[in-house]
Each structure stands twice: as structure tokens, then as C-alpha cells.
């Protein structure tokens, strides 16, 4: 025999009896990979990982999500960037919760974690495969990943890696994700990939990086050395982000995709991964940021702009040098100047500050997490009412204290005085002229700064009401700064625009008597640096509560489409007709999402008993009865009325008495009691209707249906008696009460029929259908609905008797406003008004628009004015008699 056929003959027999001891050692399975991770290691490695895990917050919102998958759903984690604690991270806490938790990872190798005989076992399977095959085995070409896919073991894969991704397209190495599609062809079983994200830095990322990003790497992408800094240093900076899962089937089965082969499946549902993790991070960090100046060059370089310009200079006859000059100057007079060293500094400073005026801070974490779910897809267009100079720092301090970029502000031009405004100018403020009006360029320029923030992805905040509401109620929308975030969006700054109404309220604003002064007649003070360092005053002083409600975000591009509303091809009065609509829908919004307050209920309460005084048995049966239809109507009431509503009302008694509201009647008096007898001090009114003011949106219907069954003066009658009365008082009010068109009187009117039954006041007829008869107790019930209108009709009355002396055509809106004002004051003095309230700027300015509209100017409309002012007379005199 020769020596080769002796060797021939020795090698399969040595491989052989290798084989053999190989599977002795192995015992019944082969199946060991070092990319699979059981969690079975040292005790001290399992104790380092519990430990930095733990450090970690993972909140409720992102565990729905994956409490939510179908429980026999095949699951796989991705991650944009490829850690092994990402991975070691969701499988520790996740193990511990008992849901679904990574073990198989996706070109991961776990050697240097696993027991030393696991990691022999792992060598010696992987020898014993290349006996058996003459290659080196992985996961995928030996079906190890699918099989263990199949048996409920949750897999990780990252979706950018430099290595892997050489090995995929030099070498032609399999990739992860076709392996999912070719096993979700193959199996019924839903495959589930779950997005998710341990972002280190939650800052956003400037556009050009420093030394820092340049030795420890970027915030998006930090290196080993700033990740473990973080992670020992300053665990609670670290957010970790779980976006909705992507169900595969039906990824796969979307039209776009079902067409094409499994390779750019794979491209495609790779993009789709990571488009999703970027949204996720960029609605945490905000988007990357870029200096003022380079702000200022994109806007003014772009081609529209440039042509604009030139026709402009060519118009007015001006060089076009002085006229860049001038748009430059604009946008510098304009814009924000973003920086994070402020906003830190703020978040200390705010911090500190409410934390001294406030009691606390109520917020629904809930609707910030709709919220910021929402802005993965497109930015939020934030629009909160607006009663305090405060609504500038609330919100940007709400978002970024939960994990939000703040968002660029629209701030008057009345706060940039310094050393405001460098300071908001860094915290995202850009500041607005309260009037556009003869500013073409202003106008263009500001368009163009708008559409150049929303383009960039920033979130924006606007005031639609313009100013603070001295009433406390909402105000009219104005449609200027609206229209031109809706143009915006159709000049493609962005894909869509998710609006979010936002109800700011407070159980006292800071600055209530600068408020009663206005409204009275005052001038209001300019906000200056003298202003600013008197306002330590108030930090001497506690004002409640804030409550801050984030109401279902609303998408535009999906509001047009369910409107059926083609804004491309409308007139420039059909789009401005649209944008009031919508601001009129975003301003109901805000008042079907606010809340009551016990401030707001006791002050209507007291106002709403007709006298200057009021026994305190008297005073809570009318809160009791408000209270009834708040609670059928299911409407949001503050914490404080919910858990003690006695303690909270007793709480604001005692409030209003040491701030001199009301007064006890006998001084003698040492114990309050239900019996106690108060006098409200006529000069403090005005404050009290502010907070009156601040629930009144939930009680004018019913103050319309309750003034209208005392117009009919029956004790029986029908729904459709009531309709009449109910549209003209719907009418008469439209700038002072928004309402939703959409329902129609009919069916707000029986919505509080309804309630009135609730509380007593009406009960059906027993022998005629659709019937309705008053009760004894009703007639006094309803007097205290109606009583809500009563500063209101005394305001429409003084000024339809001003306009039987004088014709507006002598003075401008605001001359005249304050010469009706002036008339009022001296009928109050005659008693021939009863309510010092009805005094109200805000009220005579919108009573002298709604006579203008309806063609009453002047003495010369007499007839007019006498049928007003007897169906108001009427309509007093039903209430207070």
C-alpha cells in the first residue's frame, strides 16, 4: 500500500472518531452560536449588567408598545447603530417584565459574556459543522436563526454598520432583514419588528461638529468612551426611545413594495427602519441645528426670494442693494438664535421660579406622549390660549422638561427689549410687528422665515387670539400668522402639519390687576427692563395651580382632504375665509379641552346672584348645580374639585376674602359658617368676572337654552320653542362665544335639555311626547344659567344707547371703544346699569363690531336700536325679577 493511500485511508477515520468525541462532549443538540444570548453568564457580569440597566428609564408609553404585539408574533429588535449594551439592555429589563426580550443577535457575538463551558461548547459546534461541511457555519445558511425565530426567541439586529455592511455588499454575506422577509413568505406568523433607540445625547446636533464629536463622536453617534461616561456620570440624561413596531406582513404587502424583488425589499425596508429611528430621535432632540447667519443666507439666497426681491426694488424704484439690505435687516429684526446654553440655563431658572409662584404643574403625560408620536411624523404647530406672559415659558419648559425640543415661539415685538429678548431670542423666540399692515416686504420676509423653520422640521408655537385675554375668556382668532403657517405648507415647506390646541390655566394670573386696569379703561403699561426687575414681587406670593392640557394634534393635510378643500385653486378671499374657519375650529378645541378650576366655579357662583351680597348656603347650592351639569357634560375638572371639592371651594372662600374681594358683612363674625352673609367689593368685580370668565365656555349653551325657556314663559313647552331665541342669542355673541358650526342649535339645545332634566329642572310631560315641563325648583335654577349673560347684555345696552347719542363715523374703533366706555362709567354711577363688570373694553369693542356688521351706526338706525334694546330689556328683566 502506498503512503498516500495511507493517508487517504487515515483522514476520514481520524475525522470520524473527531466527530464522534465532538458529539460526546456536545451531547444531544448542535445547536450552540455565540450570537445567541440566554443571559446565562458569571454572577458578576450579570450583576454589572443588572445594575447599568436599571439605570435606565424605560417609561409606560414605550412598554405598551411591546405589550401590544400579538402574543405569537415572531419578534425582532432594531437599532440603528450596533452596541452590545442596546442589545444586553433589552433583554435584561425586558426578561424582568416578562415580555418579549432579544436573545438571538443578528451578526452579534457574545463569547466574552458566556460561562467558559458555553463558550466550548459554542467552539466545538462550530468545528464539528465544518467537519460536516468544509465551511464555517453562521446563523443563516444553517437555518439556526429561523429555527430559533420560530421557537418564540426574540431576535436584535442593527441596520448601519460599517462592517456589516462591507460584508454584505463585498462578500456578499447574508443580510438579516432579507432572512425576515424570505421567513415571513414562508410562515403565516406575523413578523414584528420593534424600532428602538438609547439615545446618549439628547441634544440636538449642530450642523458643523467640534473637537469633542470629532474625538468622542457625534451626539447621534457617540463612541465607546462618551457612552460609558454617560452611562455612569449622567444615567438620567439618557432617553431610551421605543417606536411603534412595523409589522412586516404588511410592509411587504403594500403595493409599492410587493412589486419588487426581495433584494430592494430589503433596501426598502432598511430605509424605513432608519427613517423611523431618525423621526423618533429628531422628536427628542429636535433637528440639527444651524447658525443664525446661515439661517439668514439660505433665506435670502433662494431663487423665489431673489426674484421677489428684484421685482420689489424695480416697483418702488429702489436700488436693489437698499432693498437686500432691508430684508436682511427684517430677518435680523425676526429671527430666533437658537442655543442650548440658554435653554439650560432657563430650564434652572424656570425651575426655580415656578417652583416659588407655583403649587405645582399639571400635565397628562399621556397627551405629551401622543404628542411627541406626532411630531416623528410631521412638526407640531402648537396654539395655546393666551392669558399670561408666563405662556411664553410654560410650554417650551413643559416640552423640554418631558423629553421635547422646544419650539420656535412667535413672540410680540413688545418683548425684545433687552435683556428679554437676547434671552428668548436663545430659548427659540422670533418676534412678530402686531400689524402687518403697508409692510409688503416685512410681510414676504416673515413668510419666508416661516417656511424656512418649518422645512428645517422645528416645532412652532403661535397666539391665533394675538394678545393676552384681559376677560379670561378666549378670544376672536386672528387668521394673519395662521394663514401664513397654512401657506407655508402649501408652498412644500413641509409633507403635513399637525396642529395642537393647548389650554393654559391658571388658578390666578400673575398679572390680574394690570388686567382690571385695562379693562376699566387704563392704558396698558410697555414691557420694559424697570417691569421686568419690579415683577420679584411676585415671587413673594403663591398663585395655585397650572394647568396645562395638550388636546388631539390635528393633522391638516388630512382635514383638507376629509373637508374635501382644494386650497391651491382657491381666491385669496376663499383662503382667508378657510384659515378663519380653521382658527375658529382650533379656538373650540381649546375650550372643549380646558378645565375647570375651583377659582372659575365659586367666582360665577357669587357674580351670578344678581346682588352685592350673598349668603354662603345660597353661594354653594349655585356651585353644586354648576358642578351637576359639569359632571353630565363629562368635562374636566381640576384635580383639587375632584378629590375635595368642599376643602377646594372653602380653599377659595378664604382666598378671595384675604385678598379683598369679599367681605364678611358682620366683622364680628369668628367662624364662617353655611348661614355667613359676604359683601362683594364692587371695585373687585371686574377680577372676579376674569375667573368667571375662565369657565364660562361650558356653560353658554345652557345660559342660551335656559334664556330662551324664560322667554317662552310657559311652564310647558316644546325644543322647537326655543330655537329662535337660542340663534339670535347665538348671533348676537359670535365675537364674544366661539361655537362649532358643525352642530346646530337644535342639538346643543338638546344636549342641555338633557341636563337640565339631570339636575331637576325640567322633567318630561307625562302625556304628550317630546314635551318638556318646568319644575318649581327650575325656574330659579335656570335664572342662574341665564345669569351668565347678564354682564353681556348690559354691555350690547350701554352701547346701543352711545350710538342713539353719537355716530361712529366721528372716531376711529379705538376712540370709540373708549368713548362708549366713558358713557357706560357715568350710567353706572346713575345706576341705570347694575354690573360693574359690563364696563368691559373687550365687551363694548365687540358690542359696536356686531351693530356695525348689522347696520346700526348711528341715531339715523333708530328703529334698529329700539328693537334691540327692548328684546335685551326683555331678556334682563326675565333673568333678574
Not at 189 to 195: A, D, G, Y
Not at 438 to 460: C, D, M, Q, S
Not at 681 to 708: E, G, Q, W
Not at 736 to 765: A, H, M, R, W
Request: a positive charge.
Amino acid at each position: 500500500m502506498s503512503l498516500f493511500q495511507s493517508i487517504k485511508g487515515f483522514v476520514p477515520a481520524t475525522r470520524a472518531r473527531l466527530r464522534k468525541y465532538i458529539n460526546c462532549l456536545l451531547g444531544d443538540t448542535q445547536n450552540y452560536s455565540a450570537s445567541l444570548y440566554t443571559g446565562n453568564q458569571s454572577y458578576i457580569v450579570k450583576k454589572i449588567i443588572t445594575r447599568l440597566a436599571t439605570k435606565l428609564n424605560l417609561d409606560d408609553h414605550n412598554l405598551d408598545k411591546i405589550k401590544n404585539i400579538e402574543p405569537d408574533s415572531i419578534v425582532v429588535f432594531a437599532s440603528k447603530n450596533k452596541r452590545t449594551f442596546d442589545f444586553l439592555y433589552f433583554h435584561t429589563r425586558l426578561k424582568a417584565l416578562d415580555l418579549p426580550f432579544p436573545e438571538l443577535g443578528f451578526d452579534f457575538r457574545f463569547f466574552f459574556l458566556l460561562p467558559v463551558k458555553r463558550a466550548a461548547r459554542i467552539l466545538l459546534s462550530h468545528l464539528d459543522y465544518f467537519l460536516h461541511h468544509f465551511h464555517v457555519k453562521d446563523i443563516y445558511t444553517s437555518g439556526f436563526a429561523q429555527r430559533e425565530l420560530q421557537n418564540n426567541r426574540a431576535g436584535f439586529v442593527s441596520l448601519i454598520e460599517e462592517d456589516d455592511f462591507y460584508n454584505r455588499f463585498i462578500k456578499s454575506t447574508p443580510d438579516p432583514l432579507f432572512l425576515l422577509i424570505e421567513l415571513q413568505r414562508q410562515t403565516d406568523t406575523c413578523v414584528v419588528i420593534v424600532p428602538e433607540d438609547i439615545i446618549y445625547v439628547t441634544k440636538p446636533m449642530h450642523k458643523d461638529p467640534g473637537l469633542g464629536d470629532i474625538l468622542f463622536g457625534t451626539h447621534e453617534n457617540p463612541g465607546l468612551i462618551k457612552r460609558i461616561y454617560t452611562l455612569i456620570r449622567h444615567p438620567e440624561k439618557i432617553r431610551v426611545a421605543v417606536a411603534t413596531p412595523v409589522n412586516l406582513k404588511t410592509f411587504i404587502n403594500r403595493p409599492e413594495i410587493d412589486g419588487l424583488d426581495a433584494e430592494f425589499q430589503t433596501h426598502r425596508l432598511r430605509s424605513h427602519l432608519v427613517d423611523i429611528l431618525n423621526r423618533q430621535r429628531k422628536s427628542i432632540t429636535g433637528p440639527v441645528l444651524k447658525s443664525s447667519q446661515e439661517i439668514t443666507e439660505d433665506i435670502l439666497t433662494r431663487k423665489a426670494l431673489r426674484e421677489y426681491l428684484a421685482d420689489y426694488a424695480v416697483k418702488n424704484k429702489m436700488p436693489l442693494y437698499k432693498v437686500n439690505k432691508k430684508a436682511a435687516a427684517y430677518i435680523k429684526e425676526i429671527a430666533a438664535n437658537y442655543n442650548l446654553r440658554v435653554i439650560n440655563f432657563l430650564n434652572l431658572l424656570l425651575t426655580w421660579v415656578f417652583k416659588n409662584l407655583f403649587d405645582g404643574l399639571v400635565v397628562n403625560q399621556d397627551e405629551i406622549n401622543r404628542m411627541r408620536e406626532k411630531s416623528t411624523k410631521a412638526p407640531l404647530i402648537l396654539i395655546p390660549c393666551h392669558k399670561s406672559h408666563l405662556d411664553y415659558l410654560l410650554l417650551p419648559y413643559v416640552m423640554f422638561r418631558n423629553n421635547m425640543p422646544c419650539p420656535h415661539i412667535a413672540a410680540g415685538k413688545n418683548l425684545s427689549f433687552w435683556p428679554l429678548g437676547p434671552i428668548f431670542r436663545g430659548g427659540g423666540a422670533f418676534f412678530i410687528r402686531r400689524t402687518f399692515k403697508g409692510a409688503e416686504l416685512y410681510t414676504k420676509i416673515f413668510a419666508a422665515y416661516l417656511e424656512k423653520l418649518l422645512y428645517e422640521g422645528f416645532n412652532l408655537k403661535i397666539f391665533i387670539e394675538g394678545g393676552r385675554s384681559r376677560t379670561g375668556k378666549l378670544l376672536t382668532p386672528r387668521p394673519g400668522g395662521l394663514g401664513l403657517i397654512i401657506k407655508a405648507y402649501l408652498n412644500g415647506a413641509c409633507d403635513n402639519l399637525y396642529f395642537v390646541p393647548v389650554f393654559v390655566g391658571y388658578d390666578r394670573v400673575l398679572e390680574e390687576d394690570a388686567y382690571l386696569k385695562e379693562i376699566e379703561g387704563g392704558k396698558k403699561s410697555p414691557e420694559t427692563l424697570k417691569g421686568l426687575l419690579n415683577t420679584r414681587k411676585f415671587l413673594k406670593k403663591k398663585y395655585g395651580k397650572v394647568y396645562i392640557k395638550f388636546d388631539e394634534p390635528l393633522s391638516l393635510k388630512d382635514y383638507l382632504k376629509e373637508k374635501n378643500v382644494d386650497l391651491s385653486r382657491a381666491t385669496d378671499e376663499e383662503y382667508m375665509e378657510f384659515v378663519k374657519q380653521f382658527g375658529y375650529k382650533l379656538i373650540n378645541s381649546i375650550n372643549e379641552n380646558s378645565l375647570v378650576t375651583p377659582h372659575g366655579i365659586v367666582a360665577s357662583a357669587i357674580l351670578n346672584g344678581a346682588k352685592n351680597n350673598f349668603v354662603k348656603r345660597q353661594m354653594i347650592e349655585r356651585v353644586n348645580t354648576y358642578m351637576n351639569l359639569l359632571t353630565f357634560n363629562k368635562v374636566d375638572l381640576s384635580d383639587t374639585l375632584i378629590m375635595d371639592p368642599d376643602q377646594a371651594i372653602n380653599k377659595v372662600l378664604h382666598n378671595f376674602i384675604s385678598r379683598n374681594f369679599i367681605e364678611l358683612a358682620d366683622e364680628d363674625v369668628q367662624e364662617i359658617s353655611d348661614n355667613t352673609t359676604f359683601i362683594v367689593k364692587h371695585n373687585k368685580r371686574a377680577i372676579l368676572d376674569y375667573y368667571k370668565n375662565s369657565v364660562i365656555c361650558f356653560f353658554v349653551p345652557a345660559a342660551y337654552t335656559a334664556m330662551s325657556i324664560l322667554e317662552v314663559d310657559q311652564i310647558k313647552f316644546f325644543l322647537p320653542d326655543l330655537v329662535i331665541r337660542y340663534k339670535f342669542l347665538q348671533k348676537l355673541y359670535t365675537d364674544e362665544f366661539s361655537f362649532d358650526e358643525e352642530i346646530t342649535p337644535e342639538e346643543q339645545i338638546s344636549k342641555c335639555l338633557k341636563g337640565f332634566i339631570n339636575e331637576g329642572i325640567l322633567v318630561p310631560d307625562p302625556t304628550q311626547a317630546d314635551m318638556l315641563n318646568l319644575t318649581s325648583q327650575g325656574l330659579r335654577k335656570l335664572k342662574w344659567f341665564a345669569a351668565f349673560l347678564l354682564p353681556f347684555f348690559e354691555s350690547y345696552k350701554t352701547c346701543l344707547l352711545f350710538l342713539e347719542k353719537e355716530r361712529t363715523d366721528k372716531y376711529d374703533a379705538k376712540e370709540q371703544t373708549k368713548k362708549i366706555q366713558a358713557f357706560g362709567s357715568k350710567l353706572y354711577k346713575r345706576d341705570n346699569i347694575s354690573f360693574k363688570e359690563s364696563l368691559s373694553l373687550v365687551n363694548y369693542r365687540n358690542a359696536a363690531t356686531y351693530f356695525a356688521k348689522n347696520g346700526i351706526n348711528g341715531s339715523e338706525d333708530q328703529i334698529q336700536i329700539d328693537e334691540y334694546k327692548e328684546i335685551i330689556d326683555r331678556l334682563i328683566q326675565l333673568t333678574v325679577s
